[in-house]
């Protein structure tokens, strides 16, 4: 059965992700020990890697819940396989703002760290020697890094689940 074989590629991609993500949600924990950072950063860090973990927490049980789904969906009804099809999605937009919280999370202790350990890149701003003072320098590097996180998120998730999404819609709309 096509439409099976679909849903069990899905099944199996989601048992990836959710084993690669468990892994790096547990390699992040020895972070600060790995990288020897004062008690001071290590407390901000995991002050932040809490927020993180209440959200992939959250996620996660989503994720569960939808893979769960995965196994009732009777393959011969038309119908399950369109709301399957529309659930899929929704999950994936969900998928998508787990990566953008995360991201931004991340991005948040990085520019702590920055602070922590007097890394600025403001100095290496003026020398670029832009048309623009320093400060439109800073929003102009801040601007284009967030569009690198945004289009890198967006099709990541999306080139992740685009065959099943494409081979899905053709069965539906055959």
């Known amino acids: 059965m096509e439409t099976l074989s679909i849903i069990q590629s899905i099944k199996s991609k989601m048992k990836m992700e959710f084993s690669a993500q468990v892994l790096a949600m547990f390699l992040l924990a020895f972070l600060p020990t790995y990288f020897g950072f004062t008690k001071e950063l290590a407390l901000i860090y995991y ?3 809490s927020i993180l973990f209440i ?4 996620y996660f049980s989503r994720f569960y819940f939808f893979y769960k789904i995965c196994n009732t969906i009777n393959v011969q009804n038309i119908q399950d396989v369109r709301s399957f099809y529309h659930e899929l999605r929704l999950e994936l937009a969900n998928y998508k703002s787990f990566h953008y919280i995360t991201t931004f999370i ?6 702590l760290y920055c602070y922590f350990n ?3 890149i403001i100095p290496a701003l003026n020398k670029m020697e832009l048309l623009f003072p320093g400060q439109v320098n800073l929003f102009i590097v801040c601007l284009v890094f967030v569009l690198i996180l945004f289009i890198l998120t967006e099709s990541a998730v999306s080139w992740s689940y685009r065959k099943q999404l494409k081979d899905l819609k053709s069965y539906i709309t055959a």
Not at 106 to 111: D, K, M, Y
């Open 47 to 49: 002050f932040f890697y």
């Open 55 to 58: 959200f992939t927490s959250y």
């Open 106 to 111: 991340a991005s948040g202790f990085g520019i």
């Open 118 to 120: 007097k890394v600025s």
